[in-house]
């Protein structure tokens, strides 16, 4: 029978400090980074950890509830919910801006244009709309991410989609015998 071999690990020559103290550290100094604007990347790095998987392990930190807590002290700080709900709502009734081709019958208000000219129009952004539309919708818990997939799901009947037509008496007559289901 062989003496077995001593394999040698691949291990980096410097393993990251394991003590509580440091590694509250380099939490705080990764919360930091990233309210900064860093990459997961970058503030793992900065933090002292490996190049190769600081990606990975900067994404199970900021997973841990204290950490998550220390991320949303934070960001109540830098942008009080007043702020946000302030964008949501701007983004809820944001426009964009088109080129559009202006008919006009019999050439009303349009002199020697021969009836049409080439302008710009304001429309509604329904894109960006609808974005801030789920991300308020997820913020009061009426969506959840799947955990498997792409998109938004439901998670309770209280979402009422109404047409795009119609008035707000029927409006209200199809909210009232939703919740009254």
Not at 93 to 111: D, F, L, Q, R, Y
């Amino acid at each position: 029978m062989e003496p077995k071999k001593k394999v040698k690990q691949n291990q980096p020559k410097h393993h990251a400090v394991k003590n509580k103290v440091a590694v509250k550290a380099r939490r705080k100094k990764i919360v930091k980074a990233i309210s900064e604007g860093k990459t997961n990347r970058q503030a793992g790095i900065e933090a002292g950890l490996n190049p190769n998987n600081a990606d990975n392990q900067v994404s199970q930190i900021l997973s841990e509830p204290k950490v998550k807590a220390c991320f949303a002290a934070i960001l109540d700080k830098v942008i009080p919910d007043e702020r946000l709900s302030n964008k949501y709502s701007d983004l809820l009734e944001c426009t964009k801006v088109i080129s559009a081709n202006i008919v006009s019958i019999n050439g009303e208000g349009m002199k020697d244009a021969d009836s049409m000219t080439r302008d710009f129009i304001d429309v509604p952004d329904y894109a960006t709309q609808l974005r801030a539309a789920d991300s308020v919708a997820k913020l009061k818990g009426h969506l959840k991410d799947k955990e498997k997939g792409d998109g938004p799901q439901i998670r309770d009947s209280n979402v009422i989609i109404l047409p795009a037509s119609g008035t707000e008496e029927e409006w209200a007559k199809l909210i009232t015998d939703r919740l009254l289901r």
